[in-house]
Nanobody, 117 residues
Framework: QVQLVESGGGLVQAGGSLRLSCAVS????????MDWYRQAPGLQRELVAN???????YYADSVKGRFTISRDDAKNTVYLQMNSLKPEDTGVYYC???????????WGQGTQVTVSS
């Protein structure tokens, strides 16, 4: 079992920045990859960025150069630094982990990010 708790969402003007945090607890040593997804109203949830155990990262084309995913193993926390935010970045951001040899999925409760124009 893994528990994920997101924080750091809010309302920001276009061009601004936010840093999301995902606090991880439980069976953290079996986590394969940590991801940030987002879901805008009326749209499907989409992968924004992820980081694996070797610190390899992936970014969606829409956020490359603006978002940075990182983790602090001492704090069991994964971050998503979001800069140069755009209104189209608005949505609920979810932390996700796949765990163990069965790649079991775990999700956080989500945190709302709203970017005003």
């Amino acid at each position: 079992q893994v528990q994920l708790v997101e924080s750091g969402g809010g309302l920001v003007q276009a061009g601004g920045s936010l840093r999301l945090s995902c606090a991880v607890s439980g069976n953290i040593f079996e986590i394969n990859t940590m991801d940030w997804y987002r879901q805008a109203p009326g749209l499907q949830r989409e992968l924004v960025a992820n980081i694996n155990t070797r610190d390899s990262t992936y970014y969606a084309d829409s956020v490359k150069g603006r978002f940075t995913i990182s983790r602090d193993d001492a704090k069991n926390t994964v971050y998503l630094q979001m800069n140069s935010l755009k209104p189209e970045d608005t949505g609920v951001y979810y932390c996700h982990a796949d765990v163990g040899s069965w790649f079991t999925n775990y999700w956080g409760q989500g945190t709302q990010v709203t970017v005003s124009s």
